[in-house]
């Protein structure tokens, strides 16, 4: 069997009152690309935030390359080579696409009284290239994010993912709002990734794409893991009995 990337051992999140994970036990090997599918309210988006630090799980653990992990902020996540890419990307729409790509990793040239200050053409340059390297084409690394479709900003997220190394991408719901043209595309994203031997969890209410792009599919409800499966001892119609 090949080497564990992530465990996660009795995790339990509770907002107030709601239990909305129950105990998960999980554990995913380096380079798989896991489907994630539940229906609305399962717990998906829940033990995704945990694991990229939006919020704290109230019990259990979690391991990475077998090592304990505290994630407590979006930076621990970063700092594990953990990449998240949602609906809405975490992106700041009114900068530029460059300073979007170096969010939390900007480039500094030194001033002349000694400040650091951001090396814009830098870093540019550089988005421009971790760009143009996940097939994009935009014009101008300068432009504000705002300015461009779902898709190319799905496709800027993972520009970020591979040139940094992100070891661990995980997408909740990438494609909703896409075009069938922008879905494909990011589809095709998943698929360099795991060329790439980048571990992937992949979240979409659509089973068909789950089913075309993962090794293994996890069901959730109510917080509870209710079915795990290797991707070709399954089929979509199965997929739906298991959710519904
Ligand atoms: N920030 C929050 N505050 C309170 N309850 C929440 C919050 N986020 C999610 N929940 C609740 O937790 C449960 C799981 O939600 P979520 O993880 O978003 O499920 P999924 O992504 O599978 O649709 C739901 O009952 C949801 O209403
Ligand atoms: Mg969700």
């Not at 229906?39 to 653990?61: R, Y």
């Not at 170096?102 to 290239?129: N, P, S, T």
């Not at 993972?158 to 661990?168: K, L, N, T």
């Not at 060329?195 to 075309?212: A, C, D, K, R």
Request: glycine share 10%.
């Amino acid at each position: 069997m090949s080497e564990l990337h992530l465990s996660v051992r009795g995790l339990h999140k509770w907002y107030g009152a709601v239990h909305a994970l129950r105990g998960l036990d999980l554990d995913i090997p380096k380079g798989q690309v896991v489907g994630l599918i539940g229906d609305n309210g399962a717990g998906k988006s829940t033990f995704i935030k945990i694991l990229s630090g939006v919020h704290k799980q109230s019990e259990g653990q979690i391991f990475f390359e077998g090592k304990e992990a505290h994630i407590r902020k979006p930076r621990d996540a970063m700092d594990l080579g953990i990449e998240t890419i949602y609906q809405y990307t975490a992106m700041v729409p009114e900068m530029s696409i460059a300073r979007n790509v170096f969010i939390g990793r900007e480039k500094r040239k030194w001033g002349i009284r000694g400040f650091g200050l951001l090396d814009q053409k830098a870093m540019a340059k550089e988005a421009m290239e971790a760009i143009a390297d996940v097939g994009l084409h935009l014009r101008s690394a300068d432009n504000p994010i705002k300015e461009l479709s779902g898709g190319q900003r799905q496709g800027v997220a993972i520009a970020r993912a591979m040139h940094f190394r992100s070891r661990m991408l995980i997408l909740d719901e990438p494609t909703n709002h896409l075009s069938v043209k922008e879905t494909n595309k990011v589809l095709d994203y998943v698929r360099q990734m795991r060329e790439q031997g980048v571990t992937v969890i992949f979240i979409s209410h659509n089973l068909h794409h789950v089913h075309e792009v993962t090794d293994r599919i996890v069901a959730f409800s109510r917080g509870e893991k209710v079915a795990d499966l290797m991707t070709p001892d399954t089929d979509v119609t199965q997929m739906i009995d298991i959710i519904t």
